[in-house]
Nanobody, 124 residues
């Protein structure tokens, strides 16, 4: 079982920066093989923002490439999202996500966990 708590959401002006943090707690944290950030704006579906696997492979949405950077601290069990050059269209609730793989190698089961979300509003 994994619990995810996000922090760092705020109201910022266009062009500003924010750093979101996701803290993971619970059992078998070493079994988390991927962590990422998703967002959902009003009237839109939840979409991937950035993801980082335990193998160091990153994946970013095209709309945030060059502006957002995801990082993961394995010792602290956190995943941060540095957001620069924020735009009004970045306004959304941002959710932390983690995938946990458990069980023997011959019967691996994956579980997905979500945080409660943190509001990011970009407005002048």
């Amino acid at each position: 079982q994994v619990q995810l708590v996000e922090s760092g959401g705020d109201l910022v002006q266009p062009g500003g920066s924010l750093r979101l943090s996701c803290a993971a707690s619970g059992r078998a944290l070493r079994s988390i093989n991927a962590m990422g950030w998703y967002r959902q704006a009003p009237g839109k579906q939840r979409e991937l923002v950035a993801e980082l696997s335990s193998g160091g492979v990153t994946n970013y949405a095209d709309s945030v490439k060059g502006r957002f950077t995801i990082s993961r601290d394995f010792a602290k069990n956190t995943a941060d999202l540095q957001m620069n050059s924020l735009k009004p269209e970045d306004t959304a609730v941002y959710y932390c996500h983690a995938r946990q793989s458990v069980g023997p190698v011959e019967r691996v089961i994956d579980y997905d966990y979500w945080g409660q979300g943190t509001q990011v509003t970009v407005s002048s």
